[in-house]
């Protein structure tokens, strides 16, 4: 097969070839000119194929950066949302090797990011963290060395107490038990545990 045109798209970095079969792909200008392809060169399948390739790692970057500029991701979720746009593996693991190797995704990075945005923003206890998290699929060591380093940083006491105030609740005042359930439960669901509860309580003088 020979080039027998090449043309640049209106308004955008690509490039139309045509072969003298009669067959046209489109590929990046980033592609295109790494290529060195001209008008009249011969193409034979093993260097299509090649540059074929070549052009679909391309868009798999451009859909991974653009995934990326809204936030940050674990390797795990952003290789499932290249997944499903129709990528193959085989082009999407070399993608996600460049961009951990350029420091873009970190899972570790990533952990300590999404444990502190939790925390200060949400008030929540360990255990509504590490719930979820699970739908990342990111290691649980790093989750747990995260899970310590913020929660140094927001002692749980002090995240309970500030939903003891936000729910007006008057120290030295001992809750009846619809009242004490209630608030029990509602600091469960927040991903503290009963021990964690029970002291802030008593140090409340509530129970």
């Known amino acids: ?34 290529s060195g392809l001209a008008i009249g060169d011969s193409l034979e399948d093993d260097i299509l194929s090649k540059l074929l390739q070549s052009e679909n790692i391309s ?24 997944l499903d746009k129709e990528y193959p593996i085989k082009d999407i693991l070399p993608v996600l090797k460049e961009l951990e190797n350029l420091g873009l995704i970190n899972d570790q990075s990533f ?33 747990e060395t995260a899970i310590n380093n913020i ?3 927001y002692p749980i006491p002090e995240l309970i107490q500030s939903w003891l105030d936000k729910k007006k609740i008057i120290p030295d005042q001992t809750l009846d038990i619809k009242t004490k359930t209630k608030l029990i439960n509602f600091l ?13 309580l008593l140090e409340n003088n509530l129970i």
């Open 59 to 82: 868009k798999i970057k451009e859909s991974a950066y653009s995934l990326l500029s809204y936030r940050s991701r674990s390797k795990h979720e952003l290789k499932t949302r290249l």
């Open 111 to 143: 952990i300590e990011s999404y444990v502190r945005d939790q925390v200060f923003l949400k008030n929540v206890g360990p255990y509504a963290v590490k719930s979820s998290l699970n739908k990342f699929r990111v290691d649980k060591k790093l989750v």
């Open 151 to 153: 929660y140094q940083q």
């Open 188 to 200: 469960k669901r927040k991903g503290f545990s009963w021990g964690e509860i029970e002291s802030k």
């Open 1 to 34: 097969m020979k080039i027998n045109n090449i043309q640049r798209q209106n308004r955008r970095a690509r490039y139309t070839i045509t072969l003298n079969n009669g067959n046209v792909f489109g590929i990046s200008e980033g592609v295109f000119i790494s």
